[in-house]
């Protein structure tokens, strides 16, 4: 009953974008903080970005940085992930999640409950 349904991933030319949604049912994303991850192949489950649950701070990797952006509408139950000038080693499949009670690291993904079944992004010429 508690879900996550990620959408929008696809394949992209290198400098493209895309936005990622992550829908919830079940449970109300207004209180929990949200984050995404991505594992590309043979690669380990790293944190993208999060979004905090009371005042909306935002986390990113290093790595996406001033590329991706995190943002929350609370009335459509979704976060999204807006990707911007995309590179080939983005290439991963993205999940969503959403938080425990307790985050200790933003990006760390045992801090998060609930998990989505992920979406494919590809960036490839």
């Known amino acids: 009953q508690v879900q996550l349904v990620e959408s929008g991933g696809g394949l992209v030319q290198p400098g493209g974008s895309l936005r990622l949604s992550c829908a919830a049912s079940g449970f109300t994303l207004d209180y929990y903080g949200v984050g995404w991850f991505r594992q590309g192949p043979g690669t380990e489950r790293e944190g993208v970005s999060s979004i905090s649950s009371s005042d909306s701070n935002t986390y990113y990797a290093d790595s996406v940085k001033g590329r991706f952006t995190i943002s929350r509408d609370n009335a459509k139950n979704t976060v999204y992930l807006q990707m911007n000038s995309l590179k080939p080693e983005d290439t991963a499949v993205y999940y969503c999640?959403?938080?425990?009670?307790?985050?200790?690291?933003?990006?760390?993904?045992?801090?998060?409950?609930?998990w989505g079944r992920g979406t494919q992004v590809t960036v490839s010429s």
């Open positions: 999640a959403a938080a425990g009670e307790i985050v200790t690291d933003w990006l760390d993904y045992h801090d998060y409950d609930y």
